[in-house]
């Protein structure tokens, strides 16, 4: 039976009542009706204290329920919450964002019909206020089901309509389609919702729930967005989305046991879904592009595994030379045009690490050396000096703070080393004694052919008396 139907019987047998109960004088009219109203049983009944926790977050809702009209309400048990719970890995209903409870909630309300059980027939489907979607009736003798709950008590009649008490929560269909996806911690956690917004802004959401994606994602949640300064999504674009979230992505299903070990060896590259980051897996922990650390690993889904991780990537855009300049770097980009370097370093294949002093550092060699900047380093101290030091700050591989351990000692460019030196602080032990060792105050600046390390001193690669 349809629901113009239902309505239809339903008139009918007001009419009838109303004219079988008028005009009887013997036991005083009527017998007298509900005096709750749907919101007034629900908190009268113990086991619906989730429902009505559910409600009190959404006031508009309650007053509705609480209200005048004619509403059928499936009310789940709380039972029925903490199965939902259990399914979506949430502690409680608090953790969930608000908006999802309401969607749901919405999903259980049926206005402007009185529906009882006598009513309902086996294919019966009716509209709820959660834009229209519809929820279906199963019935087979005296038993109800609704979607997939079973209806526990029926027909408990309020002033403004029906309560049905069902063992399960009723869930929409958007929600249907992510539980048991690689989306569904996010979506379902009040933590994650930066993350989940910007999945539905750049139309990812398809993508992240395909039942057969088999795919690996590094989750951020609100604070890893911040981290990366990231605050809000306003002005943000499917277009600015959607390479950043694939960055996050890689194109199969990989366990934390299955990540590539770099234990005494350099970051390795992984491919994602918009190009290549770095990973770093050894005995310090396990970290992305240097700075961004895996805090939880192997959450399985049936379309993949989640990995969470506390700054969200950022895919590079421009070289380390162009980081430099960007960053306000003006003597170094200034050193490295007079010694001719920018054309190597702006190699797309690189790989490079630059130790990037700052213009300060700068600033103090050349008032150590007497002199006014780069143009008149190779007069003083002989040619190929300036190519020299510059070529000492750069390594010809990708090496990220993670990466770095007390003792290394990489060999750079210009053919010699210095000493990674760690305790309190990192320091770089170069080949002058009588000048202070630079100290690294910046890491993992990441360039397209690159990495950028910020330092506030000169390494010299010879003893220059200075």
């Known amino acids: 039976m349809k629901l113009l139907k239902i309505f239809t019987l339903m008139l009918s047998m007001v009419a009838i009542v109303a004219l079988n109960g008028c005009g009887d004088d013997d036991d005083g009219g009527m017998p007298a009706g509900p005096d709750m109203t749907i919101a007034d049983i629900a908190a009268g009944n113990s086991d619906l204290s989730l429902l009505v926790d559910a409600l009190e977050t959404n006031p508009d809702l309650l007053a509705l329920l609480d209200g005048s009209g004619t509403f059928t ?19 409680d209903l608090e953790s969930i964002p608000e908006d999802v409870v309401r969607r749901v909630l919405l999903y259980h309300v ?26 279906t009736v199963s019935k087979s003798g005296t038993s109800v089901m609704i979607n997939n709950a079973n209806v526990t008590t029926a027909d408990v009649e309020a002033t403004n309509g029906v309560v049905h008490i ?30 989940t917004e910007a999945v539905v802004t750049a139309n990812l959401l398809e993508t992240l729930t395909d039942p057969e994606a088999g795919l690996t994602l590094f989750a951020p ?9 990231i605050t809000t999504l306003d002005g943000l674009t499917a277009d600015d989305l959607t390479p950043i979230l694939t960055y996050h992505v890689l194109g199969s299903e990989v366990a934390a046991a299955d990540l590539p070990s770099t234990e005494g060896g350099l970051a390795a590259s992984v491919e ?28 399985t889904y049936d379309n993949g595994i989640v990995h969470a991780i506390n700054q969200t990537l950022l895919p590079p855009a ?51 050396l007497e002199i006014d900047g780069p143009e008149d380093v190779d007069p003083l101290l002989g040619d190929g000096t300036l190519e020299a030091i510059l070529t000492y700050h750069v390594l010809g591989t990708r090496a990220f703070s993670s990466d770095l351990f007390d003792g290394l000692s990489p060999e750079t460019l210009q053919g010699g080393t210095f000493e990674v030196n760690i305790d309190e602080g990192v320091t770089l032990i170069d080949m002058d004694p009588d000048v202070a060792d630079p100290a690294v ?22 003893d220059t008396a200075l």
């Open 73 to 91: 309400v499936f009310a789940p048990t709380n039972a029925a919450f903490a199965d939902l719970l259990g399914v979506v890995g949430q502690p």
């Open 110 to 135: 049926i206005n402007g019909a009185a529906l009882e059980s006598g009513d309902l027939n086996d294919g019966d489907m009716a509209a709820t206020e959660l834009n229209d979607e519809e929820v």
């Open 166 to 195: 069902i063992d399960a929560v009723l869930v929409p269909e958007l929600e249907a389609s992510i539980v048991n996806t690689i989306v569904e911690p996010a979506y379902f956690s009040k933590d994650y919702t930066i993350l």
């Open 221 to 229: 949640d609100n604070a890893a967005f911040e981290a990366a300064g």
């Open 272 to 299: 994602t879904l918009n190009g290549n980051f770095y990973l770093t897996n050894n005995a310090g922990g396990v970290f992305i592009n240097g700075t961004t650390e895996v805090v939880a690993t192997d959450l």
């Open 318 to 368: 421009v070289d380390v030379v162009q980081l430099a300049i960007d960053n306000g770097f003006n003597q170094l980009a200034g050193a490295l045009t007079e010694a001719g370097l920018v054309t190597a370093l702006q190699d797309p294949n690189g790989p490079f690490t630059v130790f990037a002093p700052t213009d300060d550092a700068f600033n103090a060699l050349y008032s150590a």
């Open 441 to 462: 105050t910046g890491t993992d600046v990441l360039g397209t052919n690159g990495v950028v390390h910020i330092i506030d001193g000169i390494l010299l690669p010879v």
